[in-house]
Nanobody
Framework: EVQLVESGGGLVQAGGSLRLSCAAS????????IGWFRQAPGKEREGVSC????????SYVDSVKGRFTVSSDNAKNTVYLQMNSLKPEDTAVYYC????????????????????????WGQGTQVTVSS
């Protein structure tokens, strides 16, 4: 099982930016997708973004489109989530997770970025956006 470690969370004012990192213990991302999820107090965890093993396919939840960008550095076994124009409603614990790529990014072009399709999870990093 792969170990995932998130970092980069913190406190930022509305309109600011943060970059989250997800470092994986696995030597290669081949065949695995990485997802970013978040959970705000009193709310269910939601999928934010997913990226395929080689970064060729990505997906975003509507609420972050145009503000967040997911990317990967396979040489460093690290996936990033660049978050710009942050809003107070982005406040949450952010988690990264790993799952079999074909369960998330179907060959037909369908993307299913849902937590039930991910097997390994990081411990989470807190993001707080003040108004």
């Amino acid at each position: 099982e792969v170990q995932l470690v998130e970092s980069g969370g913190g406190l930022v004012q509305a309109g600011g930016s943060l970059r989250l990192s997800c470092a994986a213990s696995r030597s290669s991302f081949d065949g695995y997708a990485i997802g970013w999820f978040r959970q705000a107090p009193g709310k269910e965890r939601e999928g934010v973004s997913c990226i395929s093993s080689r970064g060729s396919r990505t997906s975003y939840v509507d609420s972050v489109k145009g503000r967040f960008t997911v990317s990967s550095d396979n040489a460093k076994n690290t996936v990033y989530l660049q978050m710009n124009s942050l809003k107070p409603e982005d406040t949450a614990v952010y988690y990264c997770a790993s799952g079999t790529e074909l369960k998330i990014f179907w060959p037909s072009g369908v993307t299913v970025c849902e937590e039930g399709r991910f097997d390994s999870w990081g411990q989470g990093t807190q993001v707080t956006v003040s108004s």
